[in-house]
Structure formats: structure tokens, C-alpha cells
């Protein structure tokens, strides 16, 4: 292929349930997020930057480049790298993908289709094209600058008005993104301990278990702790809450949501208390 | 000694459980079915409880209280099941030497009892509709 593939990382902002800029976040062997994600891209673009913010007036050791708008959301940054390199095309991803693997980056770089505006995967949750592990071809450039002018910064409308190949995930974590201290555990945890399937038993009490339809059931997971299970099923389950009202006990102590799942684990959980 | 019963709550068998020659006073606190909340009228209530759990924190938050206050006996029995109004949710007792350790024990514990374990009531309104208590708001979008 004559046109060059680069990797540009969105490194994103301040992160309000995470208390910091997410990009900072150790993820694995000392590797912080941003270093991991610019890592990841150097394993099949001939070159990888980090986007940085028009007033970021850090220092970072990676060469990166620089939105030309302020505050225009994700995609200024592919608008500056198509800048950079107009030839190119570029892979977009984002850094708060823990799970994240080469061998999925490897996936959807061989199944390119460069006469498309952009090769992507399909959400595991909702089919829809997945816009920020993706590949933009500079066919895709004067529709993305249409877009910002017009004050558009979604990244999801944006792919959504492309011509696109969609494919299926090879491994269907590899986008489970990382937006509260829980799933950052979730990441460590499987990135240093490896996946292995655990058989669980899972027990739903009150509003969950209306909305479950069952009061128990026995599972298999790849999750590591009890965070990742409960991502696992609140969406499989379509279970109405969020993590932050939801407690859950192992083997039936209460435990926190980081806690490690061991084989044959039974794993309640709780909605918000209501007795007396 | 905390349990959960399916049948309706016994005050006197409770009560007397108490009854010790070290204690000069009891304090009891009943929790009530009432037949309304948030303005709208009630029909009945549904509890339901993790057992394994809310009997070993129950316990738990007894023998914190009996540390905490000097008790000399501490119980609480806690209904599941349909309850209809005015029927005895939940009973505290407690006993001590004087009547401000039982006063501050009883408190103590029903809120406890409220904050730490896993029971939950659904409403039954008299217009046909239910909700789960405390879940109002809950149910969250999921954002990507």
C-alpha cells in the first residue's frame, strides 16, 4: 500500500470521575495510559503521536501534534493530524482503552479498505461503528472539516456520515473503555494476571432481579474482579443501575468492587438498601 | 440475636428477651407499615432480604451496639414477605443499666439496620401501580 499509516493517540482531557487526567494513569509494568496507548500504535504505523490540546504546554517524551481549534472535542485532533500529514491516513484510538490489545489493532489494520472513508469495529454492546479505534482515510478529511466548521465535534455522528468498512472485534473487550477507578482495576488486574474463564454464580436481589428476570444464574467470565462482572452483566442483564449505587458481596461477605474473582465464586448483588 | 421471619413479629416473646436483673431499663423501637409516602397512598409493602448477609451483619451491628452502650441484651427481628398497613416491619430491643445508653442504643441500631443491610421494600400503591424504594433516579443511561 502506497499511502502511509500513522497512529495519532487521543489523550482526551481531565477525567471528573476518575479525579484526574486519565492519561496519567499507571496501566500496566509502569506504563501510564498515554505511554501505553502511543505503544500500542507504534505496533502498526510507521509513526504514532499524541494529540495534545492547543494550550497543553506540557512536555511529553513521544512526538505529538497539536489541535489547531480549541475545545472542538476528539476529533480537532485527527482535523490537526490530517494537517501534519495530508497523504496519510490516519489511525485514530483513544487512550482510556485498557484492553486494547495489538493483536486487535493488527485485526483491523489487515482489514483495511482504503476505498472507504474509514475502516472501524463494531460496539460488542450496540452494533454501532465505533469511532475512536478507527481508521481515516484522507478521503474522510473535507467531510471532517465540514463537521468542525459547522460545530459538530461528535465523533460518533462524524463516522456515522462516512462511507466505512465495519467489522467485528476479535476480542470483544478489546474497546471496553475505563471511565471510573473500578474498571482502571478491572485493566490492571487482567493485563497483569492474564483473562481466564472463571465459572460464577451471580444472585440478583430486588430491582435487579426484576429487571435480570432471575433470582440466580451460573455464568461463565473473563472478568477479573467484581467490577468487570458487573460490567459484563449490566449489560447482558440490562440491570438498571449504576456502580456507584450498587454493592456487592463474594461468597457472601461484602466486598469492594476491586476484589479478585476466584472459580466458583458466588457473587451478589445488592441495589440500595431500603429496610426498616 | 437478630433474625428475619416470614411471619408477623412477636412483641411480647421480643420483649422478654430482655429481661435481665442488671438492667434498669428497656427501650424498644417498632418500625410500622404506614399507608403513605411521597403523597401517595399505600396498599402494602413487599421486603425482601438477602439472608446469609443481612443475618450476619445484623448480628454484627448488635454486638457493636452492646460494646458501644454497655447493653445488656440487644434483638432485632426484621419482617419479609407482604406486609399490610400498620403490620410490625421491623422490632428493636435493648437493654442497660440506664435509660440514656437504651435511648441511644435503639437509635443506633434501627439506623444501622436501615444503612447496612440488605433488605429492600417495593410499594404497592393504591392506584395499582409499585415501586422499589430508593431506587428513584437509579435507573442510569449508559454513556460510552
Redo the contacts between chains.
Keep these: 500500500m502506497s499511502v502511509p499509516l500513522y497512529g495519532i493517540l487521543l489523550a482526551g482531557g481531565k477525567s471528573i470521575r476518575m479525579g484526574c487526567d486519565k492519561a496519567d494513569l499507571v496501566i500496566v509494568e509502569g506504563l501510564s495510559m498515554r505511554e501505553r496507548g502511543i505503544q500500542l500504535l507504534g505496533t502498526v504505523t510507521a509513526q504514532s503521536y499524541l494529540s495534545i490540546g492547543e494550550d497543553d504546554d506540557r512536555i511529553y517524551n513521544c512526538p505529538t501534534i497539536r489541535d489547531l481549534r480549541k475545545n472542538a472535542g476528539p476529533m480537532a485532533g485527527l482535523e490537526s493530524a490530517f494537517a501534519h500529514s495530508p497523504e496519510a491516513a490516519w489511525l485514530v484510538t483513544a487512550c482510556d482503552l485498557p484492553f486494547l490489545t495489538p493483536s486487535t489493532l493488527k485485526h483491523l489494520v489487515e482489514h483495511r479498505d482504503p476505498t472507504c472513508n474509514a475502516t472501524c469495529f463494531k460496539s460488542r454492546f450496540d452494533g454501532n461503528p465505533e469511532p475512536l479505534c478507527t481508521i481515516y482515510e484522507s478521503s474522510s478529511r473535507a467531510a471532517l472539516e465540514q463537521s468542525l466548521s459547522h460545530g459538530r465535534g461528535c465523533a460518533r455522528r462524524f463516522l456515522s456520515s462516512l462511507t466505512r468498512r465495519e467489522i467485528e472485534l476479535p476480542e470483544l473487550s478489546a474497546l471496553d473503555n475505563c471511565n471510573r477507578p473500578e474498571d482502571l482495576e478491572e485493566a490492571r488486574q487482567s493485563l497483569t494476571h492474564g483473562r481466564s474463564i472463571k465459572r460464577i454464580h451471580a444472585e440478583y436481589c430486588g430491582v435487579l432481579r426484576e429487571n435480570a428476570g432471575l433470582d440466580s444464574e451460573e455464568i461463565k467470565t473473563e472478568a477479573t474482579t467484581a467490577a468487570g462482572l458487573w460490567e459484563e452483566l449490566r449489560m447482558s442483564r440490562g440491570l438498571s443501575l449504576e456502580i456507584d449505587s450498587v454493592r456487592v458481596a463474594v461468597n457472601d461477605e461484602f466486598s469492594s468492587w476491586s476484589h479478585q474473582l476466584l472459580d466458583e465464586d458466588k457473587v451478589t448483588l445488592f441495589p440500595p438498601f431500603s429496610g426498616g | 440475636m437478630f433474625r428475619l421471619t416470614t411471619v408477623p413479629i412477636d412483641p411480647t416473646t421480643l420483649r422478654n428477651a430482655a429481661d435481665n436483673p442488671h438492667a434498669g431499663a428497656v427501650s424498644i423501637f417498632e418500625?410500622l407499615v404506614r399507608n403513605h409516602h411521597e403523597g401517595r397512598r399505600v396498599l402494602r409493602l413487599e421486603?425482601?432480604?438477602?439472608r446469609?448477609?443481612?443475618e450476619?451483619?445484623g448480628r454484627r451491628i448488635l454486638e457493636e451496639a452492646t460494646e458501644k452502650f454497655g447493653l445488656d441484651y440487644a434483638g432485632a427481628v426484621?419482617r419479609t414477605g407482604s406486609l399490610e398497613i400498620g403490620a410490625c416491619?421491623?422490632m428493636v430491643v435493648v437493654s442497660a443499666p440506664h435509660r440514656a445508653e437504651t435511648f441511644a442504643a435503639c437509635r443506633f441500631v434501627?439506623d444501622e439496620?436501615?444503612?447496612?443491610?440488605?433488605?429492600?421494600?417495593?410499594e404497592f400503591y393504591t392506584d395499582g401501580s409499585s415501586k422499589?424504594?430508593?431506587?428513584a433516579g437509579?435507573?442510569?443511561t449508559?454513556q460510552?
Design positions: 418500625g421486603y425482601e432480604a438477602h446469609a448477609v443481612a450476619k451483619e426484621h416491619a421491623v434501627i439496620v436501615k444503612r447496612r443491610l440488605p433488605i429492600w421494600k417495593k422499589w424504594v430508593g431506587c437509579c435507573r442510569g449508559h460510552h
